[in-house]
Every structure is written in C-alpha cells, then in structure tokens.
C-alpha cells in the first residue's frame, strides 16, 4: 500500500468512526469498503498515533464479534481519541463574544458567551478584546493538558473563500480588515493557523444538517436560512452546499432592497432590508433604545421578545411593521432560490408565525409541500453557539480526514 493511499485509508476509517462514534473492526470494514486486513493494520497504525483507542464501554445490544474458535466473544469496540489536540472557536457579535472548543473527537471542552461593550468602527480595538478572550482559553485547555492546533473565527461580514479578509462588515464598521492577520499578530501561532468563516453561512449549515439527521423530514437538499441579531444575515444550500457565489459574499439577505423610496443604507444603497427591519429599527420602533444602550443589543433583542409576549402595545406595532418587510424579502428569496424549507433565526425564531402565512403560500406553489412532513417555515433549532460549533466541527473532520496533517503534533504511545 503506497503511503498516500494508506493516509487516505487513515483518513476513511477516522471520518466513519466520527460517523458512527464507535465500531469494531468487522463493522469498520463493512462500513468503509476496505479490506478486513487492512483495517485492522489501519486501526493499530491509529491506536499507535494516539488517534484511536478502545471504547470504554461496549454498545448495549449490539451483536458480538466472531473472532476465530471464540464465536460470540463480546467485541473490542472503537473510537476516536488524539484527546489532547484541540480546536477552538470564537463567534464575534455586536455586544456578544461567544468561545467554543473541542477536541478530535467532538467532546467539548469549552463553551462561554460573553456580552460585552463592541467597539464599533476600530477593528485594533475590537481585536485586542477578542485576542483576551482567545488567549484565556487557549490557557484554559493548555492547563486541562489539551494543545490548541487551530482557531476558527466566526463573524458577521464578507469574507472571500480562503482568506481571511473581512472585505466588508457593515455593523462593525469594517472594510479591508484582515481580522486573521491581526488576531495572529498577538497571540502565539496556531500550528494549522487561523481559519476565518462568515456566521450566516455556518449557521445554515448547522440547521442543514439538522434536518438531514431529522427523521420527520424528507430528502431536503435546498433550505434558507435568515437571522436578525447583528443586523439581518443569513445562508443558503443549494444542492447540498453552501451558496458562496464568486468572491464568497453570495446571500446577503438584509441588503436586498424592500423599499424603493427606503431611507440610505451605510451600504450606499437606498431601502434595504436591515434599515426597514433590522435590528436597530425594531428596537427603535418599540421604544427600546434607552435599554439597548443601556443594556447592549442581545439583551434588547431578548427584551423586544418578552414585551412582544405580554402584548405590548407598541412593541406589537414594531413587530408587525418588520414582519411585513421581512415577508416581501422572503418571498422574494423563495422564488429566486426555490428552497425546500426556510428557517428564521437569531429574534426572528419567536415570530416564525408572524411571517409564515404568505411564505407558505409561496412554497406551495412551488411544490414544497411535497416534502414529507416538513414545515416549510420554521424557527431555528440551535442556540448561539450553532456557527462557532460548526466552523469547529468542520475544522475537526477535516484533520479527521486528512491525519497526515496531525502526525507532527501527536504523541505516540
């Protein structure tokens, strides 16, 4: 076996045990395609890499394996290990913070959210703050004996695939910032370096998947996905995938234009969605801009939530007006992409019903409907955190699947 073709087979029977979480040999074999010899030098190969190691306990139920003259012997089961290699992540929001870490084999080692003061329009500022909060971490896992191998950085901009360029972000007032570059100018080097993701997209692909894994659900191969919490953003699969377009800024739901006689967006446009219905409008709209400053945006939000639920008046009013916005622009995304299923995340989650109605007039003639069980319109699934776990658990599969990359940083048993 040539050493590329047996780094590849690495890789196959680390990315089936993440599938699966645990297999015996018998099982990996089936499960791969791979000749049952080869798996098993494959697996000692990966228990001497410190990359896979005896389960602790074996599958309730699950069949024995027949290992020569010893028919029904309970069988060694399998998984992943290589515990003390670390990724770790920080999603960044106006007046949110929030840090996530796990190790290869997707226990989570941290998970925090931080409402702080954003400074808005000085990205060295804004960077010192996150470069704290990434260093305290990185301390953290080093104590707990883990080694940090990569950061993933998770943002609301544009960011060009495969850079770390932050072309343009309107609610921070960034353009031009290679946020990669100055996070890396203070803090040690990451051994596999800094990794730089738009949150709308991660988001869509953690409810992608979601469904996927949802057994109420038919096939569904197409979906959107809009937030409102930093300004209005979101993601879209298309056939499977994350819509990137040519420069990696495709899908900006909030600067689709709503309103042709609009008031000015600071992205030079006239009557985009985030200024008929963002953030910032609804919460001025129902009397919350005292709180916001007061307060910070998260907690405005959460805020416009529990006054819209004791039937606040003009938080009603407010709630209303976005939703007439936010159904124009959606209509218009569902006859663009032709999505099976539209989700609503970040404040939108708690008005799914206050935007379904005309929404799933237009799935139907599209045919949605024929989507076993689905609910075209729907609130998000996932909490906060959903975009930083994703980038993570993205970055691991990666060196799952690629293990030659991580042969360096290993300790052999």
Same mark, same amino acid.
């Given at each position: 076996?040539?050493?590329?073709?047996?780094?590849?087979?690495?890789?196959?029977?680390?990315?089936?045990?993440?599938?699966?979480?645990?297999?015996?040999?018998?099982?990996?074999? $089936?499960?791969?395609?791979?000749?049952?010899? &080869?798996?098993?030098?494959?697996?000692?190969?990966?228990?001497?890499?410190?990359?896979?190691?005896?389960?602790?306990? @074996?599958?309730?139920?699950?069949?024995?394996? &027949?290992?020569?003259?010893?028919?029904?012997?309970?069988?060694?089961?399998?998984?992943?290990?290589?515990?003390?290699?670390?990724?770790?992540?920080?999603?960044?929001?106006?007046?949110?913070?929030?840090?996530?870490?796990?190790?290869?084999?997707? =226990?989570?080692?941290?998970?925090?959210?931080?409402?702080?003061?954003?400074?808005?329009?000085?990205?060295?500022?804004?960077?010192?703050?996150?470069?704290?909060?990434?260093?305290?971490? !990185?301390?953290?896992?080093?104590?707990?004996?883990?080694?940090?191998?990569?950061?993933?950085?998770?943002?609301? @901009?544009?960011?060009?695939? @495969?850079?770390?360029? !932050?072309? %343009?972000?309107?609610?921070?007032?960034?353009?031009?910032?290679?946020?990669?570059?100055?996070?890396?100018?203070?803090? $040690?080097?990451?051994?596999?370096?800094? #990794?730089?993701?738009?949150?709308?997209?991660?988001?869509?692909?953690?409810?992608?998947?979601?469904?996927?894994?949802?057994?109420?659900?038919?096939?569904?191969?197409?979906?959107?996905?809009?937030?409102?919490?930093?300004?209005?953003? *979101?993601?879209?699969?298309?056939?499977?995938?994350?819509?990137? *377009?040519?420069?990696?800024?495709?899908?900006?739901?909030?600067?689709?234009?709503?309103?042709?006689?609009?008031?000015?967006?600071?992205?030079?446009?006239?009557?985009?969605?985030?200024?008929?219905?963002?953030?910032?409008?609804?919460?001025?709209?129902?009397?919350?801009?005292?709180?916001?400053?007061?307060?910070?945006?998260?907690?405005?939000?959460?805020?416009? !939530?529990?006054?819209?639920?004791?039937?606040?008046?003009?938080?009603?009013?407010?709630?209303?007006?976005?939703?007439?916005?936010?159904?124009?622009?959606?209509?218009?995304?569902?006859?663009?992409?032709?999505?099976?299923?539209?989700?609503?995340?970040?404040?939108?989650? %708690?008005?799914?019903?206050?935007?379904?109605?005309?929404?799933?007039?237009?799935?139907?003639?599209?045919? #949605?409907?024929?989507?076993?069980?689905?609910?075209?319109?729907?609130?998000?699934?996932?909490?906060?955190?959903?975009?930083?776990?994703?980038?993570?658990?993205?970055?691991? =599969?990666?060196?799952?699947?690629?293990?030659?990359?991580? =042969?360096?940083?290993?300790? =052999?048993?």
């Amino acid at each position: 076996m040539s050493s590329d073709v047996r780094e590849h087979n690495l890789g196959v029977v680390l990315t089936h045990l993440d599938t699966v979480g645990s297999a015996g040999r018998a099982e990996i074999a $089936t499960g791969t395609g791979l000749v049952r010899g &080869s798996v098993t030098t494959l697996i000692a190969d990966l228990i001497e890499l410190g990359l896979v190691r005896a389960a602790e306990s @074996g599958t309730p139920g699950s069949p024995a394996e &027949s290992t020569g003259a010893q028919i029904g012997r309970p069988r060694t089961r399998l998984e992943i290990a290589g515990n003390h290699l670390a990724v770790l992540g920080i999603q960044f929001a106006v007046d949110e913070v929030l840090i996530y870490g796990s190790d290869l084999s997707g =226990r989570m080692l941290v998970g925090a959210e931080h409402h702080v003061r954003t400074p808005i329009g000085n990205p060295e500022a804004l960077v010192d703050l996150l470069s704290t909060y990434i260093n305290g971490a !990185v301390q953290e896992l080093q104590v707990a004996g883990h080694t940090v191998i990569a950061l993933e950085v998770v943002l609301p @901009g544009r960011v060009p695939t @495969g850079t770390s360029l !932050v072309t %343009s972000s309107i609610e921070f007032g960034w353009f031009g910032v290679d946020v990669g570059r100055l996070l890396g100018s203070r803090m $040690t080097p990451f051994p596999h370096g800094i #990794t730089v993701s738009n949150d709308g997209n991660m988001a869509a692909y953690a409810e992608f998947t979601s469904l996927q894994r949802d057994p109420t659900v038919g096939r569904v191969t197409d979906m959107i996905y809009v937030k409102s919490d930093t300004g209005i953003g *979101g993601g879209a699969i298309v056939n499977g995938r994350v819509l990137h *377009g040519a420069r990696g800024a495709a899908f900006e739901p909030g600067h689709m234009i709503v309103q042709h006689d609009g008031a000015r967006c600071e992205c030079g446009k006239d009557g985009c969605l985030v200024v008929a219905a963002g953030p910032t409008a609804v919460l001025h709209a129902a009397g919350l801009d005292d709180f916001r400053r007061d307060n910070g945006l998260p907690d405005a939000l959460n805020e416009l !939530v529990r006054r819209y639920a004791a039937n606040d008046a003009q938080t009603v009013a407010a709630v209303a007006d976005a939703a007439h916005w936010f159904r124009i622009a959606l209509s218009n995304l569902i006859v663009t992409l032709e999505p099976q299923i539209v989700v609503l995340g970040g404040y939108l989650a %708690s008005f799914t019903d206050q935007l379904t109605p005309r929404v799933e007039s237009t799935l139907a003639i599209l045919g #949605t409907e024929l989507v076993t069980g689905a609910v075209a319109v729907r609130p998000s699934a996932h909490g906060r955190l959903a975009a930083v776990q994703t980038a993570v658990a993205e970055r691991r =599969r990666h060196f799952l699947a690629n293990p030659a990359a991580l =042969r360096p940083l290993l300790r =052999r048993a």
